[in-house]
């Protein structure tokens, strides 16, 4: 590429596009960050990539300079990690997104990764540090909007790592809605359902529970929390994502 040539024998790719297509600038942009652009038979994603005047600039045939879809990314957060802003010595999540990041599962979703799938990225739900599995980022303000006003009733599902010897009756009462202590006092539990997957984890699918609290409700019951993982959230699940990694929400998944 020619980002090294010197200023006065290059220009922007996206003036080069736009006096080439007769087009304005901003769809010329437009057409370079949806990856309609290649440079010498190279993909270019940066209108502000300066190019030669000997070098071949392409536009795919047909395209349209329409701005890119909203996006919204599931990926298996792993242990450790923060939903939101890096801290301290905490990395965010957020971070491990990248092309080299995506799953690579079979799926019929023909999109091309673009570096705006990684930016002005929401995201709702969170679990606790120490938890890994299914975080949701989203472009999307119709997603994000349902998300964080219903988010809390859609239905969780975790498996839950558990120590120590459960009460008596403990399983029904977490079954129940039992009460914790909370900032005014105690807060009785929506009912959930828990069941045992092996001797050691259980799986909860709750509405209205906060997984933080999922430790709090183990403890009242004689049990510690050893490991937390989300599988999924309402109707979308985490599928065969490896930790660290994601995929698109597909288009006809609905949470």
């Keep these: ?75 298996n957060k792993p242990a450790g990690y923060t939903q939101g802003m890096a801290y301290g010595r905490v990395r965010s999540a957020h971070s491990l997104l990248s092309e080299a990041t995506l799953a690579a599962l079979d799926t019929p979703m023909p ?48 498996i839950v790592g558990v120590e120590g010897q459960i009460d008596e009756g403990g399983l029904e009462l977490l079954q129940q809605g039992l009460p914790i202590p909370g900032g005014n006092g105690q807060r009785r539990m929506p009912p959930c359902h828990v069941s045992w997957q092996n001797e050691s984890h259980l799986r909860f699918a709750l509405k209205g529970i906060a997984p933080e609290e999922i430790e709090t409700m183990c403890a009242a019951v004689g049990l510690t929390v050893t490991s937390l993982r989300r599988l999924r959230i309402g109707r979308v699940s985490l599928a065969k994502v490896p930790e660290g990694q994601w995929r698109y929400l597909m288009p006809w998944e609905k949470f």
């Design 111 to 158: 999109l091309l990764v673009l570096p705006q799938h990684f930016k002005n990225l929401e995201s709702f739900l969170t679990i606790p540090l120490p938890a890994n599995g299914l975080i949701v980022y989203t472009q999307d303000k119709r997603i994000a909007r349902k998300l964080k006003e219903e988010g809390a009733w859609l239905e969780q599902e975790l």
């Design 1 to 75: 590429m020619s980002e090294n040539l010197p200023e006065k024998e290059s220009i922007r790719l996206a003036k080069r596009l736009a006096e080439q297509e007769q087009c304005s600038r901003r769809e010329a942009e437009l057409h370079i960050e949806a990856g309609n652009v290649q440079v010498d038979g190279k993909l270019v994603l940066v209108p502000e990539t300066r190019v030669h005047a000997d070098q071949v600039v392409t536009l795919r045939h047909g395209a349209k300079p329409e701005a890119i879809p909203p996006v919204t990314i599931l990926m």
